[in-house]
Nanobody, 123 residues
């Protein structure tokens, strides 16, 4: 069973950058869709970016051109590089995984989650 541990959150000013990391262990990462989700207080959780088949496979519109998801296979670590941060990007960011089959058929909420890391953006 895959385990996920995030790090790299923090507090930055608007326009700044952060890089989130998620160490993937317990199983082969290529057996899963991997993704970054975020949830701000009072808002629903949203998927920010997804990585599968060794490539980024999608971003939510609000982060396109600013965020980049990537994987270092040697370190089994998933990254989210966040540039040009805005106050509305502030949230708890979580790394998640879902088996490829369930991911592709959209069977429901993803099954494997990290604990999350907080991102604060001040204006």
């Amino acid at each position: 069973q895959v385990q996920l541990v995030e790090s790299g959150g923090g507090s930055v000013q608007a326009g700044g950058s952060l890089r989130l990391s998620c160490v993937v262990s317990g199983d082969t990462y290529s057996h899963y869709c991997l993704g970054w989700f975020r949830q701000a207080p009072g808002k629903e959780r949203e998927k920010v970016a997804q990585f599968d088949n060794d490539a980024a496979s999608g971003y939510t519109d609000s982060v396109k051109g600013r965020f980049t998801i990537s994987m270092d296979s040697a370190k089994n670590t998933l990254y989210l590089q966040m540039n040009a941060l805005k106050p509305e990007d502030a949230a708890t960011y979580s790394c998640a995984a879902e088996g490829l089959y369930d991911c592709y058929i959209g069977s429901g909420p993803w099954n494997y989650w990290g604990r999350g890391t907080q991102v604060t953006v001040s204006s």
